[in-house]
């Protein structure tokens, strides 16, 4: 630093001597500039969430899209026309649409539908998809908490613990706003998430599984008073192995609530499972269908 001001004097006072005072200024202006790339910095940093990696969902790829819930993408469909009681040719958003089961599935039944992800490669195989079968599904790369057409949609679906991903609670609540201002007048929502209830009666602290020769190890960590829960995955092949640990907030029935009336839904109604069971003890999922 100290070589940095002797050239910075030659080149701007050649001929007398530079002016203590001068010298001090710039020395605070330099110190000023240097704090404000590190504040910026700082926050850039802070604003990374754990679904801002995109290795993340690449190597997971293969657990969340396994076999078995691709097979229950037209039962679960099903149900979801069902409770919201949209028909064809209503205009949906799958929010967090990933390769786009249930887009895929709902256009063949004659559904406008829009995914939404912020995960590019899900939604390139999600294209490919419908052009082999000639569906008209608009799919879009963008974060959650920004996407938002005002009235537009008949209806809104956020499916499989899709919500809650930010550490900021008011970020997850900005997603509410922006699905209640994206829907028309009389649209609905469902989301589909675990609830707080639930995996306080179904807590398992560690467990593992094998998918296709590949082993999955999730240990579980339950942060605050049952706020938040984080998860490590560890994922064993042949060639190594990769580490994750992700986090999201934790609703009860209670808390969803208040959110969904906050942002402005005034009928809400809360399900144990996509049949429509009740949510109670033997409540497997927690099914909000709500609407604005």
Not at 12 to 21: D, G
Not at 117 to 138: G, P, V
Not at 184 to 200: H, T, Y
């Amino acid at each position: 630093m100290s070589s940095f001001f002797k050239t910075f004097r030659k080149d701007i006072f050649p001929n007398q001597k530079f002016p203590l005072i001068l010298e001090s200024l710039c020395w605070i202006l330099l110190l000023k500039s240097f704090l404000k790339l590190a504040l910026v910095e700082f926050q850039v940093l802070d604003m990374n969430e754990w679904c801002d990696n995109d290795k993340f969902w690449d190597v997971m790829s293969h657990k969340i899209f396994s076999g078995k819930s691709t097979s229950e993408t037209k039962k679960e469909t099903e149900q979801i026309i069902s409770l919201t009681e949209i028909n064809p040719p209503s205009m949906i958003l799958d929010l967090c649409c990933g390769q786009g089961r249930h887009s895929l599935e709902l256009a063949r039944k004659g559904f406008k539908v829009t995914g939404v992800d912020r995960t590019e490669e899900y939604l390139e195989k999600a294209r490919k998809d419908a052009l082999k079968e000639n569906l008209s599904i608009e799919f879009i790369k963008e974060d959650m908490r920004y996407f938002k057409i005002e009235n537009y949609y008949d209806a809104i679906i956020i499916m499989y613990t899709s919500f809650g991903y930010f550490e900021k609670q008011e970020e997850n609540f900005k997603v509410l706003c922006n699905c209640y201002d994206s829907l028309n007048k009389s649209g609905l929502m469902l989301i589909d998430i675990v609830g707080k209830e639930i995996l306080k009666r179904k807590f398992i602290p560690k467990e593992s599984f094998e998918i296709d020769g590949i082993t999955y190890i999730e240990e579980r960590k339950i942060i605050g008073d049952w706020n938040r829960i984080e998860n490590k995955w560890v994922m064993l092949k042949e060639d190594g192995q990769n580490e994750f640990t992700l986090s999201h907030w934790l609703y009860s029935e209670k808390e969803i609530k208040n959110m969904l009336r906050e942002a402005g839904f005034k009928k809400i109604k809360i399900l144990g499972n996509l049949s429509g069971a009740p949510y109670n003890n033997s409540a497997e999922r927690l099914i909000v269908v709500v609407k604005r």
